[in-house]
């Protein structure tokens, strides 16, 4: 008999604040879900998370690559991980070249819990499809 077993599907989260980061990855843990931590783009890039992450929360305004350049590298790179990028400055010109680059949302901090999670579960169905 053969065992099909799936690895758990892991939402990579990229935030420079460290209250912000470990605060969502403690709320997406809650419901179920695995998560990585990275403090800026480079870091997430060069973790080897990469081929494993499902869903990617970047912030928008980092140190060093933005979450729309970080998003446009993976595009770059050929890979296309369903994105949803977080703001404290929510700018019409910031959500429309999120969605240009294909970010699925741009939510606001503080983030609403809900919110987050129906975005997730989009991202997962998207990420099923690929």
Known sequence: MTSLVTAPQLVSIVDDDNAV?????DLLESHGYTTAVFASAEEFLLSGQLVDTVCLVTDLRM?????IELQQRLIDGGHRIPTIVVT?????AMRSAAMEVGALALLTKPLSEQHLLAWLETAFVSSARA
Do not use: D, L, V
Request: charged fraction near 25%.
């Open 21 to 25: 980061r470990e605060a969502t990855s």
């Open 63 to 67: 140190p060093g690559a933005s979450g």
């Open 88 to 92: 404290a400055h929510p700018e019409e």
